[in-house]
């Protein structure tokens, strides 16, 4: 009976893989905006290049591995022959021809066809055999393209094969007494993977392709269809209007992995987070069957204006059948995404017998509405949000501040200059240099600072751009000790969003200069080194902008007017010793150590082994190791997003509890010190903050 279901799974995954194979083929109007984007690049970017032959090969590069970036699907002979257009791209874009990004697609999903035409197959007749001694390369980027289809197809019965084991091997370390189908379950995914990747989607082609172009020029410049474009901006104020449910496919439908707080869906009460949408039906139209069709497009079904009807029809989870189907109608609301939002509390934290209230603030993101001002409804602001919590903390009489910026990937640069502004008094925060002008976003003079003791400002690998000048401007003047990583991600340039005529068309986000820190270094490549090293598993990995192709190089410029604000740079020598000699005896930290060294040795593994024994003794390791990835929030789990786990402290962070024990010690030798009043206040803040 299995294995009669089995082929029925792979049949149906042929027939899905066959019904997704036509061409898709660029809009007329694309041509033009191809064109658009050819004549933008070299005028806007801070490069000032040339859209030339060099360019075109990086771009090739780009497309290729962006669909084929462990080299699994093409075969050598589709590089060769996608080679011969290699430096013509360029020429191409010029004279609006967008073609060559639709030529890609559509090979590749041919040839992912065939790929999912021998897993299915394999998958219906296999009998796992796991005593030999194979081994199944996991880092494939550097591999060459496979030669022959045959050679491919052992690549991916080797793929298939490690799944396969993984999957039983993990049922019994999770000593499960369930019978595990691994055929079935991989027939299943790979009739979800395939669907997902060839979406016939021309938009989503279009921006690969020209998104491939612009990072030609440098990996944070994009092309931004209107989609995309319109989540941007989303993500920037923290709005959305929908139903408030983060959705994943599975098996066909959209599953709902979490429920937003105060949402549509959590005031209604009737739909539970693992429900299933199979259906969707705008205000009286008709209902729509969603089953298999593109989670882009029936996303966007769901999403509306603020105050319009849709009717969802949900298969509930209790249902493992699918037959018993609910219609549910909702009234699509404004959701603020308060997850990526400041949040903050007070810790009573004891060392050496002396106890402190300290001030703790995580802040995911700089995000701040760029279309209102500051009296408008729905208007954010991360420094208004942060500054918020720094009047609760001085009414508790807090004596410092931990400020964790860890993961906080940057975002808006006015933002960035407001949160500097609530803990220095003026002077300026960063130099911008673009291709014709140098000039200072400052603080001006008689700033009334909102924080005045101490501030310790923790940061890792993945804190990059407006966290990087924050940091590196706070540390500059010597308002605040860096803790975490040795260093930042170092994204040293700035980016601006550029509309391209028509809405249709889409927009262009160019990195149009550089920032450099008060005292004229860069943090392209280098970021900002921490004054006191406490490594995260983050700080093993092999991440950060010197990683990334096509990164612009480190430079330095001239310092500027500036002078430091206060004196905490003293206290970093003596803020060393101290804890260093209390982390060289403390367990949990040594403990944690060794597994940011376990880590990298993880990270850096080429092959594993497809043996059954050694493979289970190698995953039982890498999952205790893991466990401590995931209670220290590093882990990208899709149910549950890195930038919620941080709003909770986890018993298990160990680099904030060190932090907060630097804290204590800066507190200590500071003896309540606090940065001098500035001489008289000019109200600006005020202004800008709307009178907060």
Known sequence: MKRTILYSLAFALAASCGASAAEV?????????????????????????????????????????????????????????????????????????????????????????????????????????????????????????????????????????NEALVQILGAELDKSTNEVDAAGSLVKKYRQYYTVLTEPDEEAVLQHYLSAVARAYDPHSDYMSPASKEDFDMEMSLTLCGVGAVLHMDEGALKIVEIMAGGPVDRDGRIKEGDKIVGVQQEDGEMEDIMWKPIKKSIKKIRGPKGTRVTLEIVPRSDTSGATKKQIELVRDEIKLEDQAATGRVETVSLGGFTNKVGYVYLPGFYGTMDKRPQDPGFRSCAMDVAKLIAEFNAEDVGGLVLDLRGNGGGSLREAVLLSALFVPNGPVVQVKDVRNLGCLPIPYGNPVAFRRPLVVLTDRASASASEIVAGHLHDVGRAVILGDGRTHGKGTVQTVLGMGPAQYGSMKITTARFYRVDGRSTQLEGVEADIRLPSLLDSLDIGEDKLPNALPFSRILPADYARCWNMYEYVPELRKLAEARLATNERYQKHIENVNAMKEMSEREEVSLEREARKAQMAADRELREVAD??????????????????????????????DVMCDLIRLNDGAEVPRPRTNSGWYNAIMGGF
């Not at 109007?29 to 004549?39: L, N, Q, T």
């Not at 070299?42 to 962006?66: E, G, M, R």
């Not at 209670?631 to 907060?660: H, I, M, Q, T, W």
């Open 631 to 660: 209670a220290d929030g590093e882990d990208d789990d899709d149910d549950k997003p890195r930038r919620r786990k941080r709003n909770e402290r986890s018993k298990d962070d160990v680099v904030l509890d060190a932090a907060f």
């Open 25 to 161: 083929k660029p809009q007329d109007y694309y041509g033009k905006i191809a064109r658009r984007v050819g004549d933008m690049l070299p005028k806007y970017h801070v490069l000032q290049k040339k859209l030339d032959d060099d360019i075109s090969q990086k771009a090739w590069t780009n497309l290729v591995t962006f669909y084929d970036f462990d080299h699994s699907v093409f075969l050598k002979s589709d590089m060769d022959e996608l080679a011969k257009r290699e430096k013509s791209l360029d020429d191409e874009l010029h004279a609006g021809d967008p073609s060559f990004g639709f030529d890609v697609y559509n090979l590749y999903c041919r040839r992912l066809s065939e790929r999912m035409e021998f897993a299915t197959n394999f998958l219906a007749t296999v009998e796992w055999d796991f005593s030999t001694n194979e081994t199944y390369r996991v880092k494939r980027k550097d591999a060459p393209w496979p030669e022959t289809r045959e050679e491919a197809e052992d690549h991916w019965r080797r793929r298939l094969k």
